[in-house]
Structure formats: C-alpha cells, structure tokens
C-alpha cells in the first residue's frame, strides 16, 4: 500500500524541499512555496493567530493542487548580505536619480531618446526576468524587449545625446546584474558575472560614440 | 518620551507629502513628454519611488510588527509587478508601430528584429 504523503528528505526521487501527497493522482507539492503563500495569507490578515496560520495552510495548499506550477529548478538561491546589498543600492539609485528624472521632465525636453541593446552575463531565466525587473525600477532606461536566446535587453534611454550617457547606461545595467546574481544566484552564474562583460557585438550597426 | 514620538510623527507625515508630491511629478512628467516610451519612464519610476516614500510615512506613524510587514508586503509587490506592467505597455507599443523612429537618435532593437524576419 502507497503511503498518501511521501517527504523528500526520506525519498530520494522527489526535489529537494517538496512533499508528495494523494493516493492515485499524486502531485508534487513545493513546501517554500507554501510557506511564502501561507506568509503572505498571515500578513494580509495582518494578525498572527493560530487560526490565520491553519486557514493559510489550507488555501495555499488548495491553490497549489488547483494551480500547479511545472516542476522546473528555478536556480534560486538566497545570499541575505547581497540582497542587503541590492536593496541599498536600488534605494540609492532611485534617490539621487529622482532630482535627474525631474529636471528632465521639466528643463531638458529637447534631449533625443535611444534604444540600446544590452547584453548580459547571466544566461538562466530566473536572472534575467530579475535583472530586468531591478533595472524597469531605477530610472535610467526602461526595458523594451529582452531577448532569452542571447540574453539582450532592450532599453528606452532619455538622455541619447551624449555617449558618455549611454556608456553609463551600459554600466549600470552590467552593475545591477551582477548585484542581482550575487543576491539570487547560483556559485555558477555568481562566477559567471564576476568576468568582465560581454563586447559588443549585437551593438556593431550603431554609430560609433 | 513623547518629544521622539513627535518627531517620529512628523518625520512620517513629511514622508507621505514628500512621496505625494513625486507623484504628482510624474503625472506631470507623462502630460509634459512626448511619446510613448518617454511617458512609461515618468509613469513608472516616480510612481514607485513616491510609493515606497508613502509607505515609509505610514510605517513611521502605524509603528507596529505586524503593520510593518503588511507595508512591506505591499513594496515588494509594487516593486515587482511595476516593471512587468510597464515593460508590456512599451513593448506593444513598440511593435504595433506606436513610435516615432525619427524622434530616435538610434535604435538597435529596429535591426534585430529586421533580421530576425
């Protein structure tokens, strides 16, 4: 006879930090999941009684049987002094860049805007859509378009006009990616990052600076 | 005692102004620049800055655990699902042909995806 919950620390066959649960149709359940989607259940309700906790289990557990998600590795991995790291400089960058947006917005309208491309270092999905999502958050550029096959992004840059600008687009997202991969990444693309980054090549048809 | 809970006080309601009044910029930054792209920097950027300084206020005058995870909650999400949205606006845009090439210096993009047709 199957047992109805199977633990994957006694069985070998399951992902790491997963449950397996039911009798006949068995789905895998993804315990940090869970536990992030049961926190969040707890903070919505904003108090921390035993009963929030019991209906949170229930619901996310119920989601994550209604909802599954497919059985990939993300590549997650969680270093707290990096993200520490990122979380300041994100906030730093975002002060002293808040005084640039506003004089854009109100003395430098004649300023030509670009769209550069930006290749990174990083080639797993996870890094990337996260780089992407730090970058969209310090002003500088918006992400247009990312590429996954040769792991590109696209930016709208404001300030065109001068090359120094653009370089030091170029430079702040390479920074950003390697803060972001220091925070969430694997040993693998931690390395990866600490090399210098990738020439230019996708960028040969621009006009040189 | 109270003389800190006064100057928690104020620092908190000087937060939220602070963070209404960037705001309020970018809402003017989208009437005042011209395209598409221009308009998704100042609509999301100063949004998300005031945000968090709006946050930040609230957190200084609530000043309980529980509160303080909440609104942290709420960054995060904002931090995240910010960026997603406005990325889908300028790509659609983009590929719809909403932008105005000339206004452009130059754009690398426009070649990859010539290329890739």
Redesign the interface.
Known sequence: MKRILRLSFRNADLPPLSAEFGTRRRRVLDLPLIAWLTL?WV??W???TWANVITGLVVSVAVCLAFPLPRVDLGLRLHPWGILHLAVYL?HD??T??VK??R???FG?PH??????VPLRCRSDLMLAAT??A?????GG??????RATATV?L?V?D??RPEELEAARRQVWRIEELTVRAFGTPDEIARVAGPPPPPQ??A???AP | MSLWLQIVDTAGAALLLIGAA?CL?GV??MI???DV??R???A???Q??GM?LVLAGVALRLRSG??L??LG?IAFFQ??T???A??LV??SA?RTGQIDHD??????????LTDGR
Do not use: C, W
């Open positions: 969040i903070l919505l904003s108090t921390l906030l975002m002060y860049s808040g947006v506003t854009q917005i109100f309208l030509r805007a670009a769209v550069i491309g992407a999502v970058v969209s958050n310090v002003p918006s992400i247009i378009e990312v590429r696209f709208h404001l065109a006009d996708l960028a048809g621009r006009p | 960037i910029l003017i930054g005042r620049l011209p792209l221009s998704s920097h100042a999301t950027k100063p998300t800055l968090i529980m509160d995870a909440t909650l931090m995240l910010g960026p997603v406005s990325h300028a790509r983009y206004e452009l210096l130059f754009d690398e993009l426009d070649e990859q």
